[in-house]
């Protein structure tokens, strides 16, 4: 089974999603236009609209990241620089073809358009384009992201306060956009919700760790489970233990993905309904288990890139069905202006594999009745028909606006469902933790707690579960510690991680780092983690208060794969400035409202001074910045750029800055690809010619004294992060194309050594109760 490659991408891999021509492979499918046909998907006289679209390859859609506050500044750079630049430009006597802006995506912040990459790379405009493509994707500025895969996330109409579950995430370009509605204002550091990112694969959790990160925020949190068993989670609330509920959910199932035969060939030779009857149960345990971990009033999003109603209409029926009036399907009819839909159906048919049709479950005769399950029909009940409101549900043809073909169906939920009126609820008083607050990730029971179809836990039984584990925490926490030590060792489901330690309130490594950054008294330090349970502490991490509260009240139900924004990394030269810990880039804007010392406000042509050279003497930056640098003490500082309204040809948008103020120099502490999105957007040419193949690019000094060092203690983690994505990426054809320079926002430490082991579909999603099932299973 396997899930396409519709998500986030770095690096020039993602560019081979622009390719124009494929592989020769004839498109055609006779049980697929039969089946098809007969189900009447597509209104009448559009049948060879419909095929014909299927037969052409997909545009390739980019998205600009739209809570950065870079993003004007991104637009604008794209349809006055680099589109401009297209408009009469011909490649092999052939006109270039303009992008055209998403319709329907809200302040043109998603675009599409038809060249190849080979195009792009035939001329020296489009070089530079392909270049800025490349760049500010790494930066995390840009995203290429099939356009019906943002749909979802848009539908669920996401508050910075809600708690959301992504509970089928990887490889993340949804879980992408989920991040940035909790940061639609840059101005809050700590928005109160939060996003849940899981994924049942292992390996496939790191790749979606390494897009999420791209967004720095300290409100994301990837775990690693079967989403249709997926635990309860708890959370202290004044003291008391109770469930945790989710405002939105996203499930954004695996599904035999005949929606993108435009991109996956292979498609088209593979399809069989057999698919798609092997998904269904499992497609419906998944998002009965969303619903049952749904507030009440809250919203979840079934999605599909399927066009099949067996995974759609007839998982959403039911659904519906068995909630008892407990779920309604909204109407969306009115959201996303400019997106063409067609209805949901409510009738249609069961095909087996060898093209036999089946109207009612009564017509199955019993030796197929463990391939066709009765959930897979439509209601015949005219009345609880009319009642379920199918046609509110969206699907997405290709033909309409050359897209892909997609499912949408979004729920509300009115009240608990049927078999959990009587939701848990804990009395027990938490105890009290002294020493290191430590979680250790550990793998997921055996999912029992309130698996789908079936009741959770009594309340009796779930006190009683409950009291267990804080005795045990109560007892672990004497020692101060959580569990034994955290090993590497590759286990059922993936690697055991490493512990996410909370700083305590009374640790002497904070009182420096208050002192020489002047700390504001509101900032909440115990927010502080590292991933180090014994020895030197190098890294300082931080997470919103609320995922802190997740992490402290779960160590025993759930597997972390990742969570945190670096703040803070360990420099042993600044020991004798009067602080050990310099200021990360990754996570300057979250943390720089709460510092009142070692700022220094600079002009842009500091900026430019700054991002151009690699470690300049004071004396080139302007007297102003010479004269607030002279009585500051050397080590880690900050610099602001304000933009001035009066001159509305600079940079107009805030820029803040890690840097470090020597004796006689001052220099920036920012990723290459960081520096590169700043300088254009300041104006500032840096394209550089097309190296030859092969050629590896030299580091310049101020790369290798930025880089951490490597001490006795091994490998900087960034590096190994780097090392272990480049080969999971490798393995499905792409490059990771890293700076040297900082650049990780959520450590993963020593996957390097087993990613050998990275299976051969990376995208694969599979479920333990259906690793026996053979088919071309798509996740979007």
Known sequence: MGRGGAGVLTGPRWLQGWSGGYPEIVKENELFERYYREQRIVPDGEWDAFMAALREPLP??????????????????????????????????QKVEMPQALSWYPEELAWHTNLSRKILRKSPQLERFHQFLVS??????????????????????????????????????????????????????????????????????????HQ???????????????????????????????????????????????????????????????????????????????????????????????????????????LLEKSQGALELADVSSELPGLKRMPGITKWKVMLKDGQWFEEWKDVPSNRQTQIRPTMFPIKEEEKLKAMNLE???????????????????????????????????????????????????????????????????????????????NSDTEQSKKGVCGPP???????????????????????????????????????????????????????????????????????????????????????????????FRLAQEGIYTLYPFIHARIINVCIEDVKILLTQENPFLSKFSSETQRKVKDMAMGSIVLKYE??????????????????????????FVPKNERLHYLRMMGVEVFKAKRKEGESESKTEEEVQCRPALTEEGMDVEDKERDA?????????????????????????NKSEDSDQFSKNTNSHISQESKDINTNNVKD
């Not at 014994?534 to 969570?563: C, D």
């Not at 480049?726 to 450590?747: D, F, I, N, R």
């Open 212 to 318: 999420a990160k791209r967004l720095n925020s300290p409100c994301i949190m990837v775990v690693n489970h079967d989403a249709s068993s997926i635990p309860n989670l708890q959370i202290d609330v004044d003291g008391r233990k109770e469930i945790l509920f989710y405002d939105r959910i996203l499930c954004d199932v695996p599904c035999s993905g005949d929606g993108t035969m435009r991109k996956n060939i292979d498609v088209w030779k593979k399809w069989t309904t057999q698919n798609s009857l092997q998904l269904h149960g499992l497609q419906l345990r998944i998002a009965t288990r969303g619903v049952e971990q749904l507030a009440e009033g809250g919203r979840m999003v079934y999605s599909t890139c399927s066009l099949n109603p067996i995974e759609n209409e007839a998982v959403i029926a039911s």
């Open 60 to 93: 390739a859609t980019l998205r600009i990241t739209g809570y950065k506050s870079h993003a004007r500044e991104i637009l604008h750079c794209l349809k006055e620089k680099y589109f401009r630049e297209l408009q009469h430009l011909e490649v092999d006597g």
């Open 136 to 209: 500010e994707t790494e930066c995390g500025n840009i995203s290429r992201q099939e356009a019906v895969s943002m749909i979802p996330p848009l539908l669920l109409n996401v508050n910075p306060d809600h708690k959301i579950l992504d509970m089928c995430a990887a490889p993340g370009s949804k879980t992408a956009q989920l991040i940035e509605m909790l940061h639609a204002d840059m101005n809050v550091p700590f928005p109160k919700g939060f996003v849940i990112a899981n994924d049942v694969d292992n390996k496939r959790c790191y790749l979606l760790v």
């Open 486 to 580: 955290p090993s590497k060792k590759m286990k059922l489901f993936g690697f055991k991680e490493d512990p996410f330690v909370f700083l305590p309130e009374d640790d002497p490594l904070f009182l420096p780092i208050q002192k020489f950054y002047a700390l504001d008294p509101s900032f909440p330090k115990m927010n502080l983690l590292t991933r180090t349970q014994e020895g030197k502490k190098r890294q300082l991490y931080m997470v919103s208060k609320e995922l802190r509260n997740v992490l402290l009240n779960n160590s025993e139900k759930m597997k972390v794969i990742n969570t945190g924004i670096k703040v803070w990394s360990r420099n042993s030269d600044g020991e004798q400035f009067g602080c050990a």
């Open 725 to 749: 994505v480049t080969k999971m990426e490798a393995e499905v054809g792409g490059k990771s194309h890293h700076s040297p320079m900082e650049s990780s926002a959520m450590e993963i430490e």
């Open 643 to 668: 933009p001035d309204p009066e001159k509305p040809d600079d940079l107009q948008c805030p820029v803040v800055l890690c840097g470090w103020q020597g004796k006689t120099s001052l220099r920036a």
């Open 392 to 470: 509110r549900c969206i699907r997405i043809l290709p033909h309409h606006q050359n897209t892909g073909g997609f499912f949408v169906a979004v729920l509300i939920k009115k009240s608990p469902m049927p078999w959990n009126k009587r939701q848990p609820k804990v009395h027990q008083k938490l105890p009290e933790k002294t020493g290191d607050t430590e979680v250790t990730a550990t793998n997921a029971g055996d999912g029992s707690e309130g698996t789908t179809e079936k009741p959770t836990l009594s309340e009796d039984e779930e006190s009683k579960k409950v009291q267990e584990l804080q």
